[in-house]
């Protein structure tokens, strides 16, 4: 689906990659998520129910979604989220994942690399 003034940086195949990993994750590892979708703007509340919920509705009009860590970000998931090739962006507990970017904006894939010199506090070994 086509969103004027943005452009896509993701699509179903990551984003059903990202639900197989985190469903491989042991219990308790596996991060909340939030999402904002167009084109009203509309932000989910905080989930952690990664069978149904993630997939409900589709992923066309996601702008991002948000991934927040119980017990810190830990190495081997920066590693398998990297390996998807997301653009996105630290946040202060976890991750966001970008579906669409605003035109004229830049979105950065994000690498271990990455996510350790911007965020060390969130990779943990």
């Known amino acids: 689906m086509a969103h004027a003034n943005f452009f896509s940086v993701s699509n179903d195949t990551k984003w059903l990659e990202l639900r197989e990993c985190v469903l491989s994750m042991p219990s308790g590892e596996a991060p909340k998520f939030r999402s904002k979708a167009f084109p009203n ?23 991002w979604f948000e991934l927040e860590f119980p017990n810190g970000f830990r190495e081997k998931w920066a590693k398998a989220i990297a390996s998807i090739g997301f653009a996105g962006e630290p946040t202060q507990n976890g991750l966001r994942l970008f579906g669409y970017v605003k035109n004229g904006s830049e979105a950065h894939k994000i690498t271990c690399e990455i996510l350790r010199s911007i965020a060390p506090q969130l990779v943990q070994k």
């Open 41 to 63: 703007g509309h932000l989910s509340y905080w989930d952690s129910d990664w069978y149904y919920h993630f997939i409900e509705g589709g992923f066309a009009d996601i702008e």
